[in-house]
C-alpha cells in the first residue's frame, strides 16, 4: 500500500491537482498535514485526508486525524499544537498514545523521516516554502508487512532517489 504526504503548500490549488493526477494509479491513500489555505469544499481537496494547519481557517477540517491502512496506524496532525519546531517529544508522547506506527506532520517547512521509540515521523517537507532544501518536497511511504520505505519526491524534479530511506519494524 502508498500513501503520499503533503503538506504546507500555502494556496496552491493547481499543485495539489498534479499530484493527484499524477500518482492516482499508484497510491492508495493522499495525506496533506495542513496549512493548504484551501477551503474543504475546494474540488482539489477532494481525495485529500487533510488536517488544520495553523494558517488554515477552515473549521472544517479537524486539527489530527488516524487513518488506518495495511494494518498500520497513521496519526496526522500539522504539528503546531505540539511544538514540532522545538522538538517531536509532545508529538511521539501523542503518537504512543494513540497507538500510531506512524506520524505525519508539517508545521517546520523541513523535510525530515525519522523513527524513533517505534514510530516513524515524516514531515514532507513543503511544497511552497521549503527550508533547509531548494527542492518542493513530498513523500510517497509504502507499507510492507515488515518495512516502511520512504522515497521523497520535488515537485518538478521527480523522485528524488537519494533520500530514500527503510525502516524496519
Not at 27 to 36: A, P, R
Request: aromatic share 8%.
Amino acid at each position: 500500500m502508498k500513501v503520499l504526504i503533503v503538506s504546507d503548500s500555502h494556496g496552491m490549488v493547481s499543485e495539489l491537482g498534479v499530484l493527484k493526477k499524477r500518482h492516482e494509479k499508484e497510491v492508495d491513500l493522499f495525506l496533506h498535514c495542513g496549512d493548504s489555505e484551501l477551503a474543504a469544499g475546494e474540488a482539489v481537496m477532494d481525495g485529500y485526508i487533510t488536517v488544520q494547519g495553523n494558517c488554515d481557517y477552515e473549521d472544517r477540517y479537524p486539527t489530527e486525524t488516524i487513518q488506518e491502512i495495511a494494518g498500520k496506524k497513521i496519526f496526522l496532525t500539522h504539528g503546531h499544537l505540539y511544538g514540532v519546531k522545538s522538538s517531536i517529544n509532545n508529538l511521539l508522547y501523542k503518537a504512543k498514545e494513540v497507538q500510531a506506527d506512524i506520524a505525519c506532520f508539517g508545521h517546520s517547512h523541513f523535510l525530515g523521516m525519522e523513527l524513533v521509540d517505534d514510530v516513524l515521523f515524516i514531515n514532507p517537507g513543503s511544497l511552497r516554502l521549503p527550508r533547509g532544501r531548494m527542492e518542493q518536497t513530498y513523500v510517497i511511504l509504502t507499507i510492507e508487512s515488515d518495512r516502511l520505505v520512504t522515497e521523497v519526491y520535488d515537485f518538478h524534479k521527480g523522485l528524488l532517489p537519494e533520500l530514500k530511506s527503510e525502516f524496519s519494524l
